[in-house]
Each structure stands twice: as structure tokens, then as C-alpha cells.
């Protein structure tokens, strides 16, 4: 039997604020709106891969290109390999701000991959399961895409393989209109 963890209260609130102009696809007792005499439509969710794609990235395709490919070389790197998730979120944000600040429009967040699934025979250790979800690789682009770094961050992947592939992240950054 799973026990769920208690929620902060930093994380209620940053749940509260993401949600806050969310529109639900369908209302909450599951009937579709009347629509004036027309026949109602509901809307069917779009599937996160696919919102993904058609998502705007803030990126010309020839530079989208060129990042697919690993030609484009970072302005700078921040290694959050060994940080705790709250000293990695401090230090993601610094380092967005000041290379936004310094007009870098490339740079790079080595997340690591996270450790492997445990194998079926091993006990069930709560630290060591918490470390092998790769937590860092799962909250950094999530971190990018809170409204304090956003309006920064044009577009997140994931690295060329000779940048670190999976275990990384392109950070490519807006313009900065000084």
C-alpha cells in the first residue's frame, strides 16, 4: 500500500497559481453545454504528445534544425548533477536570469538521467526509489516553464547525444530587449 505525501504548503500554492485560468475540455457533471439550438460539440482532450508538437517553440526551423543535429554550440552550462531539488530550482533560476541578463541565447542543464529502475528482488527503499525517478530530469523543464522563467525560455529539448542527449536539456532563450 502506497502513502501519499503531504503537499506543502509552496507546492498548493504554485499548484493553485499554474491553475488558476485553466479551462476544463468538458464541465464538471459531464453533460455538454447547449449551444443556442445547435447540437452541442465536445471537445476531445488532445493527447499531451500531440500538443507537444503543435506547441509554438520560439524557434525559426533552421535553428531547430541545427539544435536537432548538435551544431549549435552552448554559450554556457549548469551542472545540476548532486543538488537537492530545492538548491537545483535555486540554481536554475539564477543561472536563466543572468544569462537572459547577459543576451546568451543557447545554453545547456545537465540534469542527469536518473538511476535505473530497481530490479523485482530488491527491497522497496523510499530515498533510493525517490533517486532512481531521475527527479531533477522530470522538474527542470517544468521549473523552465513557470511564468518566472518563461518569459526567458523560447524553447526546451533535449540535447544532441554529444552534449549529453537525455541527460541534458537546450535551454534556447528569448531575445532580451534591453
Not at 505525501?5 to 504554485?14: G, H, K
Request: proline share 6%.
Amino acid at each position: 500500500m502506497s502513502r501519499r505525501r503531504a503537499v506543502s504548503e509552496d507546492e498548493r500554492i504554485l499548484f493553485e497559481h499554474s491553475f488558476r485560468n485553466a479551462i476544463p475540455l468538458m464541465p464538471l457533471d459531464g453533460k455538454p453545454k447547449k449551444t443556442g439550438g445547435k447540437k452541442a460539440e465536445i471537445e476531445k482532450p488532445v493527447s499531451a504528445k500531440r500538443s507537444a508538437l503543435h506547441r509554438p517553440s520560439g524557434l525559426d526551423g533552421n535553428t531547430a534544425e541545427r539544435l536537432r543535429r548538435g551544431d549549435l554550440e552552448p554559450q554556457a552550462r549548469l551542472d545540476l548533477h548532486g543538488l537537492t531539488e530545492r538548491a537545483a530550482h535555486r540554481a536554475l533560476i539564477t543561472f536563466i536570469h543572468a544569462a537572459f541578463a547577459r543576451g546568451l541565447r543557447l545554453v545547456i542543464v545537465v540534469t542527469g538521467k536518473g538511476l535505473k529502475p530497481a530490479a523485482s528482488d530488491e527491497p522497496f527503499d523510499l530515498e533510493l526509489d525517490s533517486r532512481r525517478r531521475g527527479v531533477l530530469k522530470n522538474m527542470a523543464p517544468r521549473w523552465l516553464s513557470e511564468p518566472e522563467l518563461a518569459r526567458c525560455v523560447a524553447d526546451v529539448r533535449s540535447a544532441h547525444r554529444s552534449h549529453g542527449g537525455t541527460g541534458a536539456l537546450y535551454v534556447y532563450l528569448r531575445k532580451n530587449s534591453r
